[in-house]
C-alpha cells in the first residue's frame, strides 16, 4: 500500500463520484407514495424481534 | 431437448414451434442441473416452485398468442449475492446462511418480466470477496472443464454453470473482476457494463462504488440480449444511469473494419507464457475482419491493486457493519453486553478472507490514516480513469488479458492472499474507472484450460465492445 507514495498526485482531485458527467436528476426520483415493506416482513429475518421492533442487549443502565 | 447447448434464440424457436413447452424445458433443465451438481457444487440451491410459476406464465403468454419475452422460458442461475424474494441469499457466508429475503432485486424482477426462468442460486466467495470461490462458507466450486481446479471467483458458480450447461445464462456481480476473472477459468463469456449501466438495487453491497452486476452466457449474443434486459435507469438505486439502453444483441454487425485497437503494455507482463501467446494470436486474429492494432500505455497500472484494496475494503468495512446481529438472522448470544454481541457475531459469522477486508478497511479510513491511503488510493483512482480517458481519444477499444494465468488448482493459492490478489491485476483497472469490459474465450492452453480476452471499451460504449467481442467470436469458431 505504501508504494501509493512513489505516485505524485499533486493538483489530482479525488475521484469521489464514478460518473462525473452524470446529471444532477440522477440521484432523484419521482415523488410519489410507494407501499413500504411494513413492520412484519422487515422483522421477519430478525434473530430477536419483540414488540414490532428488534431487541437487543441492555445498552442503558437505569 | 439438449440442455447444455442451448441458447436464448434456440429456446424461442422451440417454444413458437411448439416443439416443448417453458414448463417441461424448466422440469427437464431442473433434473438435469441437479443431477450434474454434485461434480461441481455451483448451484447452492435451487427454487424449482418459483421456476415453474415463471414457467407457467410464459405458456400462458403463448397459450394467448402473446410473444414470450425475450427470455422466455430460458434457464437461467443466478448469484447468491442477489436477493431474491421469498428464496434463501445466503451470499455464500455463514452469517447469512438462513436469509430469506423480503424483496427481488430490479435485476431479477427485469429477468422474470422478460420471461426468463430463475432455476436456482449460484455459490460463490463469501460477499464476492475473492478469486477463486474457495472463500465460500458452502464449500468451494470445481472448475466443469477441470475438476481438480478453481473456477474463479468470485462469481464461480454462475461461470461454471453456463460452463456445464446447467443454465443458458446467469446474473453474476463484479467489484475487482469477479465476472471477466471466472469466465476467462471456465471459457465462457462475461461482461462487467458500465457504472450505472444495471441497477445494483438488491445486490449485496461490497464496495459500493465498484459493485457491477453483469451477465455470463456462452455466446456474446446471449450475454448482450441479457444486458439490454437488466440495464437502464431504475429509481431505488440512485447511481442507475438515465442513458437509454440499446438492443445490445442487434448491433452485432460482424463490421469491424477500420476499428482502432490498443493493446495496453502494462498489460503483458506478469503472464504466463502460455497465456501470453494466446493473446498474442488473438489479437492477430483481430486483424484480419480489419482491426487496426497499435500498442498504449496506461501507466498508472502498476498502482491499480494497492488503490484497489484500499478503496475496496475500506467501503466494504461500513458496508459490512451492517451485519451486526440485529437484523440479518444470525446472532451469536454470549456475553451480556451490546458489544459482546456484537464481537461475537461478526467473530463467528464471517469467514477469515472477509475479516481480513474489514480490518484492513478499518484502518485505512481510520482518524490519522484517512488522508494518507483512502485520500491518497482516491486520487491514484483518477490517475487511472484518466489513463483510459487519455486511450479512448486515440483507440476505439483496448484489447487485453483477462488473468495472468489460466485456471489454478484448488487449495493452491489459498494460503497466499497476496498471489490470490494477483488474480485481478488486469480487470481491476477498468472497475476502478467504471467502463465497461468483458471476457471473451480467447483458445485453450495445451492441457485445455480456457484463457480469456479481455475486451474493454469508453463509459456507456457497451456497443462496440459487444461488436468486436462477436466479431472475435466468430474468428475463433473457425478455427
Known sequence: MDRLNEVDTTGVEPMTQVLFEAGETATLRADVPATPLGNQAALANAPQPGAGYFKVPKVIER | ?479
Open chain 2, 1 to 479: 431437448m439438449d440442455i447444455p447447448s442451448l441458447t436464448i434464440d434456440r429456446v424461442r424457436q422451440a417454444l413458437l414451434s411448439r416443439e416443448f413447452s417453458a414448463g417441461e424445458l424448466a422440469t427437464a433443465a431442473l433434473r438435469f442441473a441437479e443431477a450434474e451438481n454434485a461434480k461441481t457444487n455451483a448451484y447452492l440451491r435451487f427454487c424449482p416452485e418459483r421456476a415453474m410459476a415463471a414457467a407457467q406464465r410464459v405458456d400462458e403468454r403463448i397459450a394467448r398468442g402473446e410473444d414470450p419475452g425475450v427470455l422466455g422460458g430460458v434457464p437461467i442461475a443466478v448469484k447468491d449475492v442477489i436477493v431474491t424474494k421469498g428464496v434463501k441469499t445466503t451470499c455464500g457466508s455463514r452469517l447469512l446462511a438462513e436469509y430469506i429475503p423480503p424483496y427481488d432485486a430490479t435485476a431479477v424482477i427485469r429477468i422474470e418480466e422478460a420471461g426468463g426462468v430463475i432455476l436456482g442460486k449460484t455459490n460463490c466467495d463469501e460477499f464476492a470477496m475473492g478469486s477463486s470461490n474457495e472463500n465460500s462458507a458452502f464449500g468451494p466450486v470445481r472448475n466443469p472443464v477441470a475438476l481438480d481446479r478453481v473456477p474463479g471467483g468470485s462469481s464461480g458458480g454462475s461461470a461454471a454453470v453456463v460452463a456445464q450447461g446447467t443454465a443458458v445464462v446467469s446474473l453474476g456481480s463484479d467489484t475487482g473482476g469477479s465476472i471477466r476473472q471466472p469466465a476467462s477459468f471456465c471459457g465462457v463469456v462475461g461482461v462487467t457494463p458500465t457504472y450505472g449501466r444495471v441497477s445494483r438495487y438488491g445486490l449485496t453491497a461490497f464496495a459500493s462504488s465498484l459493485d457491477h452486476i453483469g451477465p455470463f452466457a456462452r455466446s456474446v449474443k446471449d450475454a448482450a440480449t441479457v444486458l439490454s434486459v437488466i440495464g437502464g435507469r431504475d429509481p431505488r438505486d440512485s447511481t442507475s444511469a438515465e442513458a437509454p439502453v440499446p438492443d445490445y444483441s442487434a448491433c452485432l454487425t460482424g463490421d469491424v473494419k477500420g476499428l482502432k485497437l490498443g493493446l495496453p503494455v502494462e498489460y503483458l507482463k506478469h503472464l504466463t507464457s502460455e497465456t501470453g501467446d494466446l493473446i498474442s494470436r488473438g489479437v492477430d486474429q483481430l486483424k484480419a475482419p480489419g482491426c487496426q492494432v497499435r500498442e498504449i500505455s496506461l501507466p498508472a497500472t502498476e498502482y491499480a491493486i494497492a488503490c484497489y484494496y484500499i478503496i475496496a475494503t475500506a467501503e466494504a468495512s461500513s458496508n459490512l457493519a451492517r451485519y451486526d446481529g440485529v437484523r440479518y438472522t444470525s446472532r451469536t448470544p454470549a456475553g451480556d453486553t451490546l458489544s459482546d454481541m456484537y464481537r461475537n457475531t461478526r467473530g463467528e459469522g464471517f469467514g477469515a478472507e472477509c475479516k481480513r477486508r474489514i480490518m484492513l478497511g478499518t484502518y485505512v479510513l481510520s482518524a490519522g490514516y484517512y488522508d494518507a491511503y483512502y485520500l491518497k488510493a482516491q486520487k491514484v483512482r483518477t490517475l487511472i480513469a484518466r489513463d483510459f480517458a487519455n486511450a479512448f481519444q486515440e483507440v476505439d477499444a483496448i484489447v487485453a488479458p483477462v488473468s495472468p494465468f489460466p485456471a489454478f488448482k484448488l487449495g493452491e493459492k489459498v494460503d497466499d492472499p497476496l498471489a490470490m490478489y494477483l488474480s485481478d491485476i488486469f480487470t481491476i483497472t477498468g472497475s476502478l474507472a467504471g467502463i465497461p469490459c468483458m471476457s471473451v474465450p480467447c483458445g485453450n492452453t495445451a492441457e485445455g484450460l480456457p484463457v480469456g480476452m479481455q475486451i474493454l471499451t469508453k463509459h456507456f460504449d457497451e456497443t462496440t465492445m459487444f461488436r468486436l467481442a462477436d466479431a472475435f467470436e466468430n474468428v475463433q469458431r473457425k478455427q
